[in-house]
């Protein structure tokens, strides 16, 4: 099974631009191309036309067993309904959180955070971090160098952090918490724009080998894109290229499921169907 831990259904770019709704029917068709069984969506810092909202998004997949919702918080920007949030806490609509140093311009470690860490741990949900180069050239790195999540990561034993894209460029730094702290993982996911360059996917396999072999083994990684940034069939790939088949389980569906409080069930189901929709077209490739 595979469980893609880092999706959006952000707008990025006008010529795809679209409602919530279709953006998600563009999720299930890549899944799908890609054998994904479940995806994690992850909402934005901010909140506008092309960047739907927590209620928004929870809306459009609510009857749908194949998506889990992260709320991403802005926490420079409008002030966060807590009360709200903790609603969809509470009624386990929300399965995490997500902070967006270096698009926002604090660090993890900040006392403008301290709500959000108390939260996770009441409700035992992860705080996923931005962590190193940001998709704006208006970001600032200093404060998404994945350094700062040891600070955190310490200060706050009982909350789980997955560090988002490795922390590229400084994927070492990141193999060191990693291998240090108990209570941090990280995902792979933007490694890449859209698919992997043939010398540049080389490269990246290189370097992740490197940062496993410091850590000892890659029990601590989740697999995630970052779609539609990045495209999940190319990701799959790298990844069935970076694991050694023993590894695979854990890394491409069981830490997310575990995590996220994904049911194992609602993944077995939604792989039998997937699988069951492939052998028909197979039957039938007109349909």
């Not at 929300?94 to 967006?100: C, D, I, N, Q, S």
């Not at 190193?132 to 990561?153: E, L, Q, R, W």
């Not at 396999?205 to 990684?221: A, N, Q, S, T, W």
Request: hydrophobic share 40%; with cysteine; aromatic share 10%.
């Amino acid at each position: 099974m595979i469980v893609d831990c880092h999706v959006h259904l952000n707008n990025y770019h006008e010529e795809t631009k679209g409602p919530t709704q279709k953006n998600v029917a563009r999720l299930a068709a890549a899944m799908e191309r890609a054998d994904v069984d479940h995806s994690v969506i992850l909402t934005s810092y901010m909140v506008n036309d092309a960047r739907p909202s927590v209620d928004q998004i929870l809306e459009a997949v609510s009857e749908d067993p194949r998506f889990t919702v992260v709320a991403g918080l802005g926490l420079t920007r409008p002030t966060v309904d807590w009360s709200h949030l903790e609603e969809h806490l509470r009624d386990g609509t929300v399965k995490g959180l997500k902070l967006y140093p270096g698009y926002e311009y604090f660090y993890p470690h900040d006392a403008i955070c301290g709500p959000v860490y108390e939260l996770a741990a009441q409700y035992k949900v992860p705080v996923m971090v931005h962590s190193g180069d940001t998709y704006s050239s208006k970001g600032k790195v200093k404060y998404s160098h994945p350094i700062h999540i040891d600070d955190v990561a310490v200060d706050h034993p009982d909350v789980t952090f997955i560090i988002c894209h490795l922390g590229n460029p400084w994927l070492r730094d990141t193999a060191e918490l990693l291998y240090k702290n108990e209570n941090v993982y990280a995902d792979v996911s933007g490694l890449t724009l859209v698919d992997f360059e043939e010398r540049f996917e080389v490269f990246l396999l290189d370097e992740v080998k490197r940062m496993i072999r410091y850590m000892g083994e890659p029990h601590k990684l989740l697999f995630g894109t970052d779609w539609p940034i990045a495209e999940m069939a190319p990701y799959v790939s790298f990844m069935e290229k970076l694991l050694e088949p023993e590894d695979r389980e854990r890394v491409m569906w069981q830490n997310a499921a575990t995590m996220f409080g994904i049911e194992t069930e609602s993944l077995e189901a939604a792989r039998k169907a997937r699988l069951a929709k492939d052998v028909e077209q197979r039957a039938d490739p007109v349909a």
